[in-house]
């Protein structure tokens, strides 16, 4: 009788074991364990279930519920229940691509090395694989929600609809994006919430998971069908970053944008949202480079007066963004914000956005001190669906924003 590492028997290998005809496996190896346990030292537990989650959520992605997930020692074998040995090669070579490029975004994991192969075997031969590879269990699949929100969380979240918020060039004056929003229902006043407004700090982790959830299932479903039906336009998905810190939970969000078609990747934008003051230089670094290949723009976007935007200028994203509605109402002081945006974005060779952009004055002074893309009330109201780009001058905002006041 056959036995795992620690002397159980797996009824489902077993089974394997008892079959005639050929298996098609998929050997999945990663590399260079070694460096990472000398470089995380005692934090190598740790990092190794990391490394081992990442790599069973991208199988687990990738391949059919009736296909076994066998974790070893190095990695793991996957016995395809219904593919022809073309389909399994074309699948292993899929799941090797995306771990390595996930896995070298990570700092810290970055010399893992994901080799995957391909082969048509029989019950003999898998039973040998088994005892050379260390089988240690049988990897239970998991539900796609477990990571998602609180276990047993049910309710009701502070949006009530994905709105799409048209996103101004100043420089070719046109209405060139549409950023994806969650909006409240009205408030007393008429006036609904939006974006990193609806996260209250007691629940905020929570909730920002929820709300990455959202924006990139029903936030993205109309960007892939209206996508080229008025000819191309961008998509900006706001992500918020405290939940991104999460590796599960960023692996899921990876996984779903990496599904839409290269064609339409070139026309997606994503924003980090809701940072705050002292969040990790290495953090903010690593997540930008796992998110870096399947998207055009990169933008971190603050919240709160006095961001220290020199410190981040390392981590190469594409664009600095101030959330102006979370910045002190005194002129002054939001005049300071703007000026220190600026200063470190130009010093990065970054672009300046600003969202939020409600007031006349905010506009002006923004336009006018060199910010590239703004959005908000000021510059045109949200719709149901993404807008194609559209020509747009200063002068007609001025001029709106004027008879409006």
């Not at 793991?76 to 070579?93: Q, Y």
């Not at 807008?387 to 709106?400: D, G, K, N, Q, V």
Request: with cysteine; charged share 25%; hydrophobic share 35%.
């Amino acid at each position: 009788m056959w036995a795992d590492d620690n002397g159980e028997t797996i009824p489902e290998l077993q089974e394997l074991f008892n079959r005639t005809g050929g298996l098609d496996i998929g050997q999945l190896q990663f590399i260079n364990l070694g460096a990472v346990k000398r470089r995380t030292g005692e934090r190598w537990e740790s990092f190794q279930e990391k490394i081992f989650q990442t790599g069973q959520f991208f199988i687990e992605k990738r391949t059919n519920p009736e296909d076994l997930i066998i974790r070893c020692r190095d990695g793991f074998i996957i016995v395809f229940a219904e593919l022809t040995a073309s389909a399994a090669k074309k699948k292993c070579a899929s799941i090797s691509k995306e771990m390595n490029t996930f896995f070298l975004g990570r700092e810290e994991l970055r010399e893992v090395q994901i080799t995957i192969s391909h082969d048509t075997i029989d019950a003999s031969q898998l039973r040998k694989l088994a005892e050379a590879s260390g089988v240690q269990s049988i990897a239970e699949r998991s539900n796609d929600d477990e990571h998602a929100a609180p276990s047993g969380d049910a309710s009701p979240t502070p949006w009530e609809r994905i709105v799409y918020r048209p996103v101004w060039d100043a420089r070719s004056e046109a209405l060139v994006s549409n950023k994806c929003c969650a909006q409240s229902a009205p408030g007393n006043d008429g006036e609904r919430q939006e974006g990193v407004l609806l996260l209250p700090e007691d629940s905020r982790k929570s909730l920002s998971v929820r709300l990455n959830n959202d924006l990139t299932g029903d936030g993205l479903a109309p960007f892939r069908t209206y996508a080229f039906k008025s000819g191309p336009f961008s998509l900006t998905l706001p992500l918020q970053f405290l939940s991104l810190e999460d590796p599960w939970h960023r692996s899921q969000i990876v996984s779903r944008i990496s599904e839409i078609p290269s064609e339409l990747r070139q026309y997606l934008l994503i924003m980090f949202e809701g940072l705050k003051a002292g969040v990790p230089v290495s953090h903010l670094y690593e997540t930008v480079h796992v998110f870096r290949p399947y998207v055009k723009m990169i933008t971190l976007s603050a919240s709160g007066p006095g961001f220290p935007w020199e410190r981040y200028g390392e981590c190469e994203a594409d664009g600095f963004c101030v959330d102006v509605r979370t910045l002190p109402a005194s002129g002054s002081a939001r005049k300071r914000d703007f000026e220190h945006l600026l200063t470190a974005a130009r010093r990065g060779k970054a672009h300046a956005l600003a969202t939020g952009v409600e007031r006349a004055d905010d506009f002006f002074l923004l336009a006018q001190s060199g910010y590239r893309y703004l959005s908000g009330e000021a510059i045109a109201p949200v719709s149901d669906l993404p807008a194609a780009p559209s020509h747009l001058t200063a002068e007609s905002i001025h001029a709106r924003l004027r008879g409006s006041g």
